[in-house]
Nanobody, 136 residues
Framework: QVRLVESGGGSVEAGGSLRLSCAAS????????MGWFRQVPGKQREGVAF???????????????RFTVSLEHIKITSEDLSKNTVYLQMSALKPEDSAMYYC??????????????????????WGKGTTVAISS
């Protein structure tokens, strides 16, 4: 069973940096993407950044040049039960970056496709979220 657990959220001043982590376990897939959505109360959940198993990335325009997504993949056994950690390094943070950040994973699409998917049905797995608060 796949499980995603986020960490690293917190409160910083505008201009500061944070790094989010999402530890995934139980993966048995080779063609997957992992990444991040974010959501503020009353608004739609929006894609932030995704990375696929080959290291190809895709970013929302509002984070390009400020956020970096990366992936650490560790093969555990010969059955390819894998442990993956996806990171989101966030720099030059703005108050409008404040949101709940959710880790997500989807199988069988590119990072660009994953970023554009409707969060209501487009992801296969979700974490529970971590809060990011940026003060001005």
């Amino acid at each position: 069973q796949v499980r995603l657990v986020e960490s690293g959220g917190g409160s910083v001043e505008a201009g500061g940096s944070l790094r989010l982590s999402c530890a995934a376990s139980g993966f048995q897939y080779r063609n997957y993407c992992m990444g991040w959505f974010r959501q503020v109360p009353g608004k739609q959940r929006e894609g932030v950044a995704f990375i696929d198993a080959d290291g190809k990335t895709s970013y929302a325009d509002f984070v390009k040049g400020r956020f970096t997504v990366s992936l650490e993949h560790i093969k555990i056994t010969s059955e390819d039960l894998s442990k993956n950690t996806v990171y989101l390094q966030m720099s030059a943070l703005k108050p409008e970056d404040s949101a709940m950040y959710y880790c997500a994973a989807v199988v069988g699409v590119t990072a660009l496709q994953a970023l554009g998917r409707d969060p209501h049905y487009g992801m296969d797995y979700w974490g529970k979220g971590t809060t990011v608060a940026i003060s001005s």
